[in-house]
C-alpha cells in the first residue's frame, strides 16, 4: 500500500498570503495525484486531479504541482471562505489511499 | 447535475449488520466505476471499496475484507455496501464517490450517511 504523508498538520495563515501544502508519496504515483477541500460538516470537494489540473469551478488561486513523490497545493492569496482540511489522495495504485490532511486556519 | 444520494446507516450494535445504498441520478450509472469512502468522527479519508462499471472487478480495504460486500444494480441506478460483523471501529460516515474528469480522482461525492456501532 502507497502511504501519503501531508505536512504540515496544521497552517495558519493570514488572509491575503500564500499557504504551501505539501503530500509525499511512499513510492511513486506518477502524476495521479488529487486534492479535495472539505469545508466542516461537508462532504469534499474535489480541487485538483493529475496534480495540477483544476476541477470545474475552482478558482484559480489555487494551484498543483509535483509528480512522482512530492507534490504540492498552493492557495496563492488566502480568502476566509477557504478556512478547510484539505486531503492529498493518490489513485495510481489499489488501494487509493488519503494523506492524513492539512487543516488550514485563517489567522 | 450529477447526484449520490446515501441512506441506509443507523445505530447498529456490534455484530450486526447495515445494507447503505446511493441512489445515482443525473448521469449515465451504468457506465461509471463507484466507490465508497468513509471518515470516522474526526479523522481522515479511509477508501473503503471499488466496483467496476459492469461488476466485474472489485476491490476493498484490508480493514474490511471479509466483511463488507459492494454490489450495484444498474437498472435502478443504484449502489450498495452490506456491511456485516460490525464492530465500533467501523462507526464513520459512509460517502459513495464517482471518478469524473476522465481520472481516477473523485469528482463528485454524496452527502453520506452515518453508521454508529454501538451497544
Keep these: 500500500e502507497i502511504v501519503m504523508t501531508q505536512s504540515p498538520a496544521t497552517l495558519s495563515v493570514s488572509p491575503g498570503e500564500r499557504a504551501t501544502l505539501s503530500c509525499r508519496a511512499s513510492q511513486s504515483v506518477r502524476s495521479n495525484l488529487a486534492w479535495y477541500q472539505q469545508k466542516p460538516g461537508q462532504a469534499p470537494r474535489l480541487l485538483i486531479y493529475a496534480a495540477s489540473t483544476r476541477a470545474t469551478g475552482i478558482p484559480d488561486r489555487f494551484s498543483g504541482s509535483g509528480s512522482g513523490t512530492e507534490f504540492t497545493l498552493t492557495i496563492s492569496s488566502l480568502q476566509s471562505e477557504d478556512l478547510a482540511v484539505y486531503y492529498c489522495q493518490q489513485y495510481n495504485n489499489w488501494p487509493h489511499s488519503f494523506g492524513q490532511g492539512t487543516n488550514l486556519e485563517i489567522k | ?119
Excluded at chain 2, 451504468?30 to 459492469?54: C, D, F, H
Excluded at chain 2, 471501529?89 to 450517511?113: I, K, L, N
Aim: hydrophobic share 30%; glycine share 12%; aromatic share 14%.
Design chain 2, 1 to 119: 447535475e450529477v447526484q449520490l444520494v446515501e441512506s441506509g446507516g443507523g445505530l447498529v450494535q456490534p455484530g450486526g449488520s447495515l445494507r447503505l445504498s446511493c441512489a445515482a441520478s443525473g448521469f449515465s450509472f451504468s457506465t461509471y466505476s463507484m466507490n465508497w469512502v468513509r471518515q470516522a468522527p474526526g479523522k481522515g479519508l479511509e477508501w473503503v471499496s471499488y466496483i467496476s462499471s459492469n461488476s466485474s472487478t472489485i476491490y476493498y480495504a484490508e480493514s474490511v475484507k471479509g466483511r463488507f460486500t459492494i454490489s450495484r444494480d444498474n437498472a435502478r441506478n443504484s449502489l450498495y455496501l452490506q456491511i456485516n460483523s460490525l464492530r465500533a471501529e467501523d462507526t464513520a460516515v459512509y460517502y459513495c464517490a464517482r471518478p469524473g474528469y476522465g481520472s481516477g480522482s473523485y469528482g463528485y461525492w454524496g452527502q453520506g450517511t452515518l453508521v454508529t456501532v454501538s451497544s
